[in-house]
């Protein structure tokens, strides 16, 4: 099958697209993963960034930048997003509590779908929130299924540890109190692609008063059943 397009330039612009999927790279990192000449790869990553298809994280490091899911959900193409609206208001007045989606990008989650709770104290976080990959129920969600030597970078400095997320992979959901931020619990699952890789993390949150010191004891039923739902909606493929 044949490998390239035959248009030298875009093609080594598309590796270095698809060597980011996989977390942030720094130049040399870039360099040696995708064979291009430093000078080069250098050079297309910056004109990628121009464009936005390419970001930099906090350490400076090339990450996939916001255009490529703005292009898909324009077109209408995000599956993911366009049922996730109808599940996760669902879950809302389920629960009773604020409901997310969200989606890792470099080191860094997006809150690309929510449903606010109409009232009464609640944990508002609006769509295109970006959060810290540190902290919370959703990180660690996003964290726990990644490969050996992603995960363990990406426990320098969260507020969770390894255990806490073999714990999250034995369970298939997260909780966090008060980890993200000061008087707020969560609870997250996971949604799996076609492949069976986690691609983003359906949670609840609201404030401790209400959810609890254990919110998974009251909500992880009802998370887990929204993320099963629209796992098997992508995989079904309509």
């Known amino acids: 099958m044949k490998k390239n397009s035959g248009v030298g330039v875009l093609d080594k612009a598309v590796r270095i697209l698809a060597t980011l999927e996989s977390g942030p790279h720094s130049l040399s990192e870039l360099v040696a993963a995708t064979g291009i000449a430093r ?16 970001s930099r994280d906090l350490m400076g490091r090339f990450v996939l930048g916001p255009r490529s899911a703005e292009l898909s959900a324009s077109a209408g193409e995000d599956r993911l997003l366009a049922v ?17 989606l969200y989606r890792r990008q470099g080191d860094q989650r997006i809150c690309v779908a929510s449903a606010e709770r109409a009232s009464g104290l609640r944990d508002s976080v609006p769509v295109g929130t970006t959060l810290s990959m540190q902290a919370g129920s959703a990180a660690q969600i996003l964290l726990s299924w990644e490969d050996p030597d992603k995960l363990h970078r990406g426990l320098v400095n969260a507020k969770f540890n390894a255990a806490s997320l073999s714990a999250v992979r034995r ?8 980890e993200r931020e000061v008087g707020v619990a969560s609870v997250s699952a996971p949604v ?5 890789k986690v691609i983003a993390a359906v949670s609840i949150s ?31 493929g309509k």
């Open 39 to 54: 000078p080069t790869a250098h050079r297309l990553a910056v004109a990628l960034e121009f464009h936005r298809l390419v």
């Open 84 to 100: 996730a609206g109808p599940a996760l208001a669902t879950l809302r007045d389920v629960t009773g509590e604020s409901a997310q």
């Open 171 to 178: 369970r298939g959901w997260a909780q966090s109190v008060g």
């Open 192 to 196: 799996r692609g076609p492949n069976n």
């Open 206 to 236: 609201g404030p401790i008063e209400r959810l609890g010191r254990q919110p998974g004891r009251m909500h992880a039923a009802q998370v887990v059943a929204t993320a099963a739902r629209l796992t098997e909606y992508l995989a079904q």
